[in-house]
């Protein structure tokens, strides 16, 4: 009779307790969401990039055959897609670092993770688009720019002060985008060959002249407003130095953009080293 009465008491006493419904930007904004994205985006592209160098099994031609060193005078050898490794790893690299809980508490990894991803999965949809229509690659090739330099722009909107964090956030996205400048110039110099346009007012070694000329100035322009500056310009160094190779013991032959090629090199290089010294005095300086 005293448990009957007591238990009414008892249930009154203890509130109810109601857990709210999680909203999509409370998810988003978790870190197992972050990782989780982030690391399909990855395994995308890295699926795309195996397939495309024909290590798994693709209908589609392999990537080296499309853009071979013949297709066109803004071709690189066939020796310069040894730095897929190199980017692949590198941006491999953030991946992981987001899975430690070092780098997903850092606000500059937590801040990229997003843009990241789209970046991932815009690369990985490259890797499948341009080897069946180079007209269309190109045109995905300069949205993965644009997204590379969006996820770098927010790189350098959150600075970091760990030396690790630095590298690990930004060693693959700018390695990446050096590398895909030049490949998108040579995608676009493709589709043109293939395609048999006519080169307007001017011969076709010249236009290939300007263009890796403008190639050059636009990768200036990334290494003055854009951090990871030095992978960059390694990067970029790298595409005109076998880009010089290909055009000097190459066919289609030409010593002009060659040469033209490998001052190119030189000097983002050159720029790359200088920028970055210069931005490392700047950090003291406020430092101080």
């Known amino acids: 009779m005293t448990d009957d009465t007591a238990s009414p008491a008892i249930d009154a006493a203890s509130p109810t307790m109601r857990t709210e419904p999680v909203t999509l930007a409370q998810a988003l904004a978790t870190d197992g969401v972050r990782r989780v994205i982030l690391t399909i985006s990855y395994v995308f592209c890295l699926v795309g990039a195996l397939a495309a160098f024909g290590v798994v099994a693709d209908a589609a031609p392999d990537l080296s055959n499309v853009l071979s060193p013949t297709a066109s005078l803004l071709a690189t050898a066939a020796e310069a897609d040894r730095l897929w490794w ?16 070092v780098g997903v508490s850092e606000p500059r990894a937590q801040a990229m993770a997003y843009p990241a991803s789209a970046t991932l999965a815009l690369l990985g949809v490259w890797f499948f688009v341009v080897r069946g229509d180079l007209v269309l690659g190109s045109v995905l090739g300069a949205g993965v720019l644009a997204a590379l330099i969006y996820t770098l722009r927010v790189a350098d909107t959150v600075p970091s002060r760990r030396f690790l964090g630095r590298q690990f956030t930004q060693l693959g996205v700018a390695v990446t985008l050096g590398w ?28 290939a002249i300007l263009a890796t000329t403008g190639l050059l100035a636009y ?3 990334l290494l003055r407003y854009l951090p990871g500056r030095l992978y960059i310009a390694l990067a970029l160094a790298w595409g005109f130095l076998w880009l010089a190779y ?11 953009l060659a040469v033209v090629a490998l001052v190119s090199a030189l000097l983002v290089l050159v720029a790359g080293v200088a920028v970055f010294l210069w931005a490392r005095g700047r950090v003291r300086e406020r430092v101080a």
């Open 86 to 101: 190199v980017v692949m790893v590198g941006l491999g690299s953030y991946v992981a670092w987001m899975w430690l809980r």
């Open 180 to 207: 895909i400048s030049v490949l998108t110039a040579e995608t676009i110099g493709a589709a043109l060959a293939a395609h048999h346009v006519r080169p307007a007012f001017l011969s076709v070694e010249t236009w």
């Open 219 to 221: 990768g200036m322009a």
């Open 246 to 256: 290909a055009r000097l013991l190459g066919e289609p032959r030409s010593y002009a």
